[in-house]
């Protein structure tokens, strides 16, 4: 274990310019040229170390790159995916307000935190074991590149990918501290409500006020938040009517929803759809549903954090665990039953903030602990 630490600590210049280089490929998630750009990037260097590189493209999102490294499994041994995204929420030309720099022990940068060190961490465990000749069974690394919108065209090549691994490793940022062995499923919605038009003064009475009506929904759906089921309703963005002397025909609502229990998810999106205006003049129409399931916390999963630990007690640090309400694309290969641990990136503050930051002291040993995941063997059997 010292031996990969020191390994690690080796590395860690190489790991860092290669942190910025990503990072100066810009990727926002609606910008598939700039996306598909930085995919690459990752894909060179991927090849770079003897990776057999596959590329997915996808139609109007960011390409995906998979790249498997170490032998072929056999004898019912599977592989551990690796799993990571290139895009961001940063939009192109963010580094000339935000650029990626060293300071106070920290590199700073949009995409940093989230997730291109992480990346370039996973690249790196991966070459240290090779150079080693620890390397004794297959790892599948993929990178997609539209997690940021909610992986539309990822998903099922990510779902595919993890239903023959035995394990999954997610390079998203630690909580803290610490890895994440649960996370909170996501759903959207968007409610829009048409009333009927009239003068505020003159014809009142023959109005159908779609803002009081989309007041009453609002109301009703935030009363579904449940905090001990670890369920919450957020209406997060609303809006509607022309003129303070028109009553209102037109209002609409965005609702975020979040659920620890994947029972949850069906019985939330029957109530959405059972909605009805309390005006019979008002007229409802409701869309969207829950996008990812939750990723709970299984036998499997607790296995796999325990593995971790106790390795990370060996290089000389505590490691803890962690849920939280955010999701990543971890969610739907633990949905599929695979174990899956979370959070194995790097060590930072502000994710999609303008104090977006990797602690640098953090890199060598998160490192060294997920390449040694990664050569254990027992996981996939």
Known sequence: MRALLAGALRKQQALIELTR????????????????????LA????????????LHRQRGFGDAVEARFGPRCKDGVK?????????????????????????NGRLWGPGTLDMKAGVAMALTAIAMLIEADLLEHEIVLLLTGDEEIGSPASRPVIERLA????????LEPAQGLAYKTARKGTGNWRIEVRGVAAHAGVDFEKGA????????????VSNWTDLKRGLTVSVGWAGGGTRSNVIPAEAWAEVDVRIRRSADGPRIERRFAALKPADKRCHLTVTGGINRPPMERTRGTVR????????????????????????????FTAALGIPTLDGMGAVGEGAHARHESVIVEHLAPRTALLAAMLARQDVSV
């Not at 006020?209 to 009703?220: F, S």
């Open 21 to 40: 280089k990503l990072v100066a490929a810009e990727s926002p998630s609606p910008d598939k040229a700039a996306v598909d750009a930085c995919v690459a």
């Open 163 to 170: 239903s023959g691994c035995g394990a999954v490793y997610v």
């Open 304 to 331: 796999l954090f325990a593995a971790a630990r106790a390795l990370a007690r060996e290089l000389g640090f505590v490691l803890e665990e962690a849920a939280t309400g955010g999701a990543s694309d971890g969610n």
């Open 79 to 103: 592989p551990i995916l690796v799993l990571g995204h290139l895009d961001t929420v940063w939009p192109q030309g963010t580094l000339k307000t935000m650029p990626c720099r060293m300071s």
């Open 209 to 220: 006020n779609a803002l009081r009506e989309l007041a009453r929904v609002m109301d009703t």
């Open 43 to 54: 894909g060179a260097r991927a090849r770079d170390l003897g990776g057999r590189v596959k």
